[in-house]
Nanobody
Framework: QVQLVESGGGSVQTGGSLRLSCEDS????????MGWFRQAPGLEREFVAT????????YYADSVKGRFTISRDNVKNIVYLQMNNLKPEDTAVYYC????????????????WGQGTQVTVSS
């Protein structure tokens, strides 16, 4: 069973960096795509980035391209999101996701969610 535990959120100033981690303690996600979504107050949950099971393909939302990098370690069953040059509009709760590569199109392709971790970027 997939059990996702996120860490690494926090508060930074504009231009700062954070690295989010998501561990699948159930050790069953290695054959699935993993990814990150985010949700700001009053807004819908939106796609951020996803990586296929073998790391061969990575997809990013236009708003984070060039600033965020997704990676995974299938031995440790962890997916990472390195976030650089953070902006106030990146402020949101970030959710780890496991599902199919189509999650870049929408939440309907996500099978499992983490509990979320808060990222706050101040100007």
């Amino acid at each position: 069973q997939v059990q996702l535990v996120e860490s690494g959120g926090g508060s930074v100033q504009t231009g700062g960096s954070l690295r989010l981690s998501c561990e699948d303690s159930g050790h069953t996600s290695s054959l699935y795509s993993m990814g990150w979504f985010r949700q700001a107050p009053g807004l819908e949950r939106e796609f951020v980035a996803t990586i296929t099971w073998n790391g061969g393909n990575r997809y990013y939302a236009d708003s984070v391209k060039g600033r965020f990098t997704i990676s995974r370690d299938n031995v440790k069953n962890i997916v990472y999101l390195q976030m650089n040059n953070l902006k106030p509009e990146d402020t949101a709760v970030y959710y780890c996701a496991v599902g199919t590569p189509a999650m870049r199109v929408g939440v309907q392709s996500v099978n499992y969610w983490g509990q979320g971790t808060q990222v706050t970027v101040s100007s």
